[in-house]
């Protein structure tokens, strides 16, 4: 759970700022805007496919100039 505290001094604005700034290197940020909306369990299958072909093809490339 993200949490900022802020006293009476604080601005709103950067209190807003720092929310956002906590959630987003958290990752909450990428996983609320990746549970938009619903996929079919085929469809999200199928992207795991293609995101481990590119990384296999990444690595590939990457051993082959080495």
Do not use: N, T, W
């Not at 006293?7 to 604005?13: A, C, G, R, T, V």
């Not at 085929?42 to 080495?66: D, G, L, M």
Request: net charge positive; glycine share 2%.
């Amino acid at each position: 759970m993200v949490e900022v505290i802020i006293s009476e001094q604080d601005d709103l604005e950067r209190a807003l700022r720092r929310l956002r700034r906590k959630m987003v290197r958290s990752g909450l940020m990428r996983d609320m805007k990746k549970h938009r909306y619903y996929e079919k369990p085929s469809v999200v299958k199928r992207k795991k496919q293609k995101a481990a072909q590119r990384r296999r093809a990444r690595a590939r490339r990457f051993h082959k100039e080495r």
